[in-house]
């Protein structure tokens, strides 16, 4: 296996001048040199193809003992030197302060057909930055964030991407929920690609610590290998990277809002400079329609990074990231006028999201009206959300509306005459809508499909897969993992994952309870 190693973070960017692994405060630095801990006897249990063929690497390749080896941190490929990240950030609206890759080492950078693909392990041991924490990973929470980040990235939502899910063959203790009830797990490791791992929290840090000097430097080298096209560095180049900055991060969330993915921990930390979804945690998918849902249970009382408020959060965000580069440009103006093109930028783009997902593709004065009602119903009763969506695609003004979609309630039985009633006005005044409409019903059933998945990465399905790999069965890993590779396909084949919750996931860790740890 031959890898075109360029290394452009270490080489450009100043490193931690301390060797030595051991937790500390880094000053003056973008990252520290770190080797992954070697693992009693690391298993590869499954391979993206897909991302073999992006990064070049053969499929023969990926089968050696040394594709493993690599991949989970137990030999360092020639001429790489791995490393961890420096960054801080706002956890949960509050400055923590130096944060870092605590889990996670960059093996190495590399190129291939013109770009550039940074490849880094999840869960290959401790780092300067590991404060009390082990550095590792288990198996549950690294199955999640393998098959999630394939499954948004075929969704068509900007993601990182996973290349290998690997067993550490260690075991590792873990407090699920943060109970007092640690217990071992199985260890595994994940190796993550993505064009960057930056997040606000890089720019953060240096700010926060008056280090002008390297705040100019990281944002210099983001320009000039991220958003090539704002030429040199200038006040003007920095103003317009925030502003695309900004944009990215606000489409990125729009597509969150039209499939109902809840990332569950929007820390600042976690908000990649390229609007990309970063950091698979407590995240969770809308199952009953709720703005008000969040699945981290660390979030549960406060309730910060629900669904509804995840838009909110973005610019909350962009104000942090906003403070941390004002030191560059030095007028807070152009950054206020486009933290103002946010929120409008939002209204406009989440009332086209919604459009789009019901088929309106002409425009109404009552358009806003209509998608409010909408909202308003599906709350009255316990809906699936992905369900609701894609029956809607089959409604014409000849059929029953309410009959069409009453598979994606979860209790018909407790549907009131009043909530039908309320329906049946509704689809009322969608038919309405869509004689106003060009398209026939097909070509509107087709755009419909096009935006509203019909499979998506369900916790319990998550769990399943997690539950059936514990027991050293990993089918089903790749079953979901092949279904997710096609979410707005019919795929009868897989029919079944076309389903509400399942009852027993109602209350069940891993399902609807998660935390930071899963």
Not at 101 to 114: K, P, V
Not at 188 to 205: D, P, T
Not at 241 to 255: C, G, K, N, P, Y
Not at 404 to 433: C, D, G, H, P, R
């Amino acid at each position: 296996m031959k890898l075109p190693i360029i290394e452009t973070f270490t080489r450009e960017l100043p490193a931690d001048s301390t060797l030595e692994n051991s937790r500390r405060q880094v000053f003056e630095a973008a990252f520290s040199y770190v080797n992954p801990k070697k693992t009693a006897a690391p298993k590869l249990i499954h391979v993206s193809e897909e991302m073999l063929s992006t990064l070049g690497i053969s499929k023969a390749d990926s089968r050696t003992s040394y594709f493993r080896d690599i991949f989970t941190g137990n030999e360092i490929y020639p001429n790489s030197k791995p490393y961890a990240m420096c960054y801080g950030g706002h956890q949960f609206g509050t400055w923590a302060g130096q944060l870092g890759d605590g889990r996670a080492i960059n093996l190495f950078e590399i190129e291939h057909q013109s770009k550039h693909w940074k490849l880094q392990l999840k869960g290959a041991g401790e780092t300067p930055y590991s404060r009390n924490a082990d550095g590792l990973a288990v198996l549950r929470s690294s199955i999640r964030e393998y098959l999630c980040s394939e499954a948004m990235f075929h969704l068509g939502i900007p993601t990182t991407r996973a290349l290998s899910l690997s067993l550490s063959g260690d075991k590792v203790l873990r407090d699920i929920m943060y109970d007092g009830n640690p217990a071992y797990e199985k260890g595994a490791i994940v190796c993550r690609v993505a064009e960057s791992f930056l997040r606000f929290g890089n720019y953060e840090i240096l700010a926060a610590r008056n280090d002008v000097k390297n705040l100019k430097i990281l944002v210099d080298y983001t320009l000039k290998h991220h958003f090539p096209h704002l030429k040199n560095p200038s006040k003007e180049s920095y103003i317009e990277f925030f502003r695309e900055v900004a944009e990215r991060t606000l489409s990125m969330i729009i597509h969150w809002q039209r499939v109902g993915f809840v990332h569950g921990v929007m820390n600042t930390d976690n908000m990649s400079i390229l609007g990309l979804t970063i950091d698979y945690g407590p995240y969770g998918w809308l199952e009953g329609f709720d703005f008000g849902w969040t699945p981290n249970t660390t979030d549960r009382q406060h309730k910060r990074y629900r669904y509804g408020n995840q838009p909110n959060i973005g610019l909350w965000n962009l104000y942090q990231l906003a403070n941390a580069l004002f030191p560059l440009i030095k007028e807070a103006a152009p950054l206020e006028t486009i933290l103002n093109e946010y929120k409008i930028n939002f209204e406009s783009q989440s009332l086209q999201m919604m459009k789009s997902k019901l088929g309106l593709f002409s425009s109404d004065e009552n358009d806003a009206k209509l998608i409010q009602n909408l909202e308003d119903i599906l709350q009255l009763t316990e809906t699936d959300m992905t369900i609701f969506f894609r029956l809607l695609s089959d409604f014409s003004s000849e059929k029953n509306g309410y009959e069409l979609i009453k598979e994606a309630f979860y209790n018909v039985e407790n549907i009131t005459e009043n909530i039908k009633s309320k329906w049946q006005n509704w689809f009322e005044m969608y038919a309405n809508y869509l004689k106003k409409e060009s398209l026939s019903v097909v070509e509107r059933k087709q755009k419909m499909n096009a935006v509203n998945p019909k499979y998506v990465l369900r916790n319990y399905m998550a769990q399943l897969a997690i539950d059936a790999a514990n027991l050293e069965n990993y089918s089903l890993i790749d079953e979901l993992f092949q279904l997710l590779k096609n979410p707005y396909d019919e795929q009868p084949t897989y029919q079944k994952w076309f389903a509400k919750r399942a009852d027993w996931a109602r209350d069940k860790v891993g399902c609807s309870m998660l935390s930071c740890s899963s």
